[in-house]
């Protein structure tokens, strides 16, 4: 069964990514940090043949597509089941202080996602669902080609989760989602060959982010 060619890449940095806050749907542009790597994103792709570049409607993830589809002569469509995931009230929030203030629930979030449930948010069932449909749509749609997907690190980890099958308690089962990075595979549906997973390898050294990177 033929399969579809997926790069997934994270947005660059932004100034809520500078200062380790939790951002989820809050629209937020680009720092000059994350436009530089977004720069160099789209240059280490400027030579794939994307059929379709799909983003996420938030301004950092839309940006970020646009400095890769400068290079491309194919459709942008803006999608919104790959939003970042609803954070509701922590949306803002320093994420040292939410593990430190949080309790139970930020116990749950990063130990026992499938424990998760956030009543301002979103729960992680309820984003892989999200992330699930777009999935099942691309390889419906797409099979052959090869696809662009530009959108967010809790997103790439629904992602990485739903095509290699695995249950929402083992979301955290992949290396850290850097900015700008990108993941590759091929998947027909049922299962996933992985190229890399999380690349920056195109990222110079002064433009890496400088904070420590969290498991999120």
Same mark, same amino acid.
């Given at each position: ?8 890449? %994270? ?14 749907? $809050? ?11 977004? +720069? ?8 794939? /043949? ?17 400095? !890769? ?45 499938? /424990?998760?449930?956030?009543? !301002?948010?979103? !729960? +992680? ?9 777009? $999935? ?6 797409? %099979? ?20 290699? /099958? %695995? ?5 955290? /089962? ?19 060959? +992985? ?7 195109? $990222? ?13």
């Amino acid at each position: 069964m033929q399969s579809v060619r997926i790069f997934v890449a %994270r947005h660059g940095q932004t100034p809520l990514n500078a200062v380790n806050c939790m951002q989820g749907q $809050i629209d937020i542009e680009l720092s000059e940090l994350g436009r530089k790597q977004a +720069f160099e994103l789209g240059e280490r792709l400027k030579d794939e /043949n994307f059929s379709y570049i799909y983003t996420s409607p938030l301004i950092r993830a839309y940006d970020t597509a646009k400095a !890769t589809l400068k290079y491309h002569d194919c459709p942008i469509v803006i999608d919104d089941r790959i939003k970042e995931m609803n954070f509701g009230e922590w949306e803002g929030n320093p994420i040292e202080k939410i593990k430190s203030e949080g309790g139970e629930l930020a116990y749950y979030f990063w130990n026992e996602p499938q /424990n998760f449930h956030i009543t !301002t948010g979103e !729960t +992680f069932y309820q984003l892989i669902e999200r992330i699930g449909d777009f $999935i099942d749509m691309l390889v419906s749609k797409h %099979r052959g080609e090869k696809i662009l997907v530009v959108c967010h690190g809790m997103v790439v980890r629904g992602i990485l989760t739903y095509v290699q /099958n %695995r249950d929402v308690s083992e979301m955290y /089962n992949n290396p850290p989602i850097r900015n700008a990075s990108i993941t590759i595979f091929d998947y027909d549906g049922k299962n996933a060959e +992985f190229d890399v997973i999380s690349d920056d390898s195109h $990222i110079t050294k002064e433009n890496i982010d400088n904070i420590e990177i969290d498991k999120y």
